[in-house]
């Protein structure tokens, strides 16, 4: 009979593969370098994940689960203005990138870039992630023209994406410069002309 799962090796597991994965890549990390980071057996990988293709859908996860627990309650926040709301959301993603001096940015968009057709539970992750943070930007985004609760329309929606799409691409860009300046120009000239304000100061 097998050994039941234990938790504190599938978070160390997935801990360490977020590490690695963010700060080298997903094809430069090997399985070893994974286990040896998380204090594990190379061995028991198996025993957690069926593949390293598995294994970065669910750092991927974890990753944007902790996206949307620190940062999406700023969407719903009904004291502040649907658009505020939309800017204050992408600062505080910037906010996270500053404290890593730009270097490593957005494992969304990094993983995006570098997954081949192969790699399809990862691939099929990040489609999941994209589409549920395109829903969480157009709903806020909503709100502006209907109010609380509103549903989100094909061109909110698509507003959603761009926003999301300028980000990432900020966030290259960031990354391959070290810098906070590609972040700066979507604050403070792209965010503000996509929604159709003069400026994202709060």
């Not at 658009?83 to 270097?103: G, I, K």
């Not at 990862?122 to 395109?134: P, Q, V």
């Amino acid at each position: 009979m097998s050994r039941p799962a234990n938790p504190l090796v599938r978070e160390n597991l997935l801990n360490a593969g977020l590490t690695l994965f963010h700060s080298q890549g997903f094809n430069a990390v090997g399985l070893k370098e994974i286990t040896d980071m998380a204090g594990v057996p190379k061995g028991s990988f198996y025993s957690y994940y069926s593949s390293k293709n598995a294994f970065a859908a669910a750092v991927l996860r974890q990753y944007w689960a902790a996206i949307v627990r620190n940062h999406a309650p700023i969407l719903s926040d009904e004291s502040t203005p649907p658009v505020q709301r939309v800017a204050r959301f992408f600062e505080a993603m910037t906010r996270d990138h500053a404290e890593q001096d730009f270097a490593l940015g957005c494992l969304i968009g990094n993983m995006t870039l570098e997954l081949s057709d192969s790699n399809q539970e990862a691939r099929e992750e990040l489609a999941a992630i994209m589409d549920h943070w395109s829903r969480l930007v157009a709903a806020c985004l909503a709100e502006s023209g209907s109010g609380q609760n509103a549903a989100a329309s094909p061109e909110t929606t698509e507003l959603a994406s761009m926003l999301i799409e300028s980000w990432e691409g900020a966030a290259m860009r960031g990354r391959l410069d070290r810098s906070s300046a590609p972040y700066d120009r979507f604050l403070a000239t792209a965010l503000p002309r996509l929604l159709g304000t003069q400026t994202t100061s709060v």
